[in-house]
């Protein structure tokens, strides 16, 4: 038996789970599209990650993060619970020391991450524009009729890159079609797009900060050796991609669950098991108040399992109460 952490990152496109050891080392991963429907794609995770398990384990802590996390943290029965840009941070600074920039890329959305010290000093957000995202690339790539997964190295070809508006998503696809009109090679047209995500990426989240190396390029779009080169020229100095650069939010996640049961704190995992169990989400609106709040229902085998949503806490403690009460009896 070995004992390990489970790391959740419930995102709008992407749910990743991790399991790592207690020497820090990622013994299995998953990934799986969210496609709307979150449970579903944590049940379908936890599948994938006990098919690809090759010893028995026990499980002392598990993190949730991403915009699904509390969602997350309800079903599996989660020890910590952060946010992403504390997961990210945390994952960083275990694969590349004394970072001080972190880029991350995912599908729908980006962010930078500062750190000074060891300790998150300011961050930014993108979860708008698509202009700055890796849909944004994968919707280009279809239209030039390549892969993605060749984009960057079809970017890395080009000897004359093209300037593309990329200040928007919209006229960057309008002003891309117009390049190939004109006949430009299409390596000059797909480096061209890697520059222009990233320069849309810095003159967003980057304007007015300092970025200073090291920097680690973190999300799926960190895989693009495109974007990376374009990203080292444009700031000047080595981005560094960590080996497992999709799923670094769910590694903080695993960081974070062991540094919790060092404290001598047990897990509250509800087993792998419930990738098999039945799972339904009811809404109801209570009117007690002027709050008129949406209530979120979990039922498990159609057993309650969870509330949230109230902003008084009234129906989410007496869910709790009676949990604790069950346990006694």
């Known amino acids: 038996m070995k004992n390990c952490y489970l790391g959740i990152d419930v995102g709008s496109v992407s749910t990743n789970i991790v399991l790592m050891g207690e020497d820090k080392k990622i013994l299995v991963k998953a990934y799986t599209r969210t496609q709307g429907k979150p449970i579903e794609a944590i049940q379908r995770g936890f599948k994938e990650i006990q098919t690809k398990l090759k010893e028995k384990v026990i499980v002392k802590g598990v993190g949730s993060t991403g915009s699904g996390r509390h969602l997350a943290s309800m079903i599996v029965g989660a020890d910590i619970v952060k946010n992403e840009i504390t997961a990210h941070g945390i ?144 700031l000047g100095f080595e981005v560094y991609v960590p080996p497992h650069h999709e799923v670094m939010g769910a590694i903080g996640c695993c960081l974070l669950a062991q540094e919790h049961h060092i404290k001598g704190n047990k897990t509250k995992f509800e087993g792998f098991e419930l990738a098999n169990s039945g799972y339904q989400v009811k809404g109801i609106e209570c009117e007690d108040c002027a709050n008129l709040c949406e209530v979120i229902e979990i039922f498990k085998d159609d057993n309650l399992m969870a509330r949230w949503g109230d902003k008084c806490g009234k129906w989410s403690d007496l869910v709790k109460e009676n949990n604790e009460n069950e346990k006694l009896a």
């Open 91 to 234: 994952a960083a600074l275990s694969f590349v020391d004394g970072v001080r920039t972190i880029l991350e890329i995912g599908g729908q959305d980006s962010k930078i991450i500062l750190l000074r010290d060891g300790v998150i000093s300011d961050f930014a957000m993108n979860t708008v524009c698509a202009a700055g995202t890796g849909s944004f690339l994968d919707r280009q790539a279809a239209r030039l009729g390549i892969e993605i997964e060749d984009f960057g190295d079809e970017a890395l070809k080009s000897a004359n890159a093209v300037r593309i508006a990329g200040r928007c998503a919209v006229f960057a696809e309008s002003d891309m079609i117009h390049k190939q009109q004109l006949g430009h090679n299409q390596e000059d047209i797909i480096k061209g797009l890697c520059d222009a995500l990233v320069r849309n990426f810095l003159n967003n989240l980057g304007k007015g900060k300092e970025i200073l190396g090291p920097v680690v390029f973190q999300g799926g779009v960190a895989a693009n050796i495109g974007i990376k080169k374009s990203f080292e020229e444009a």
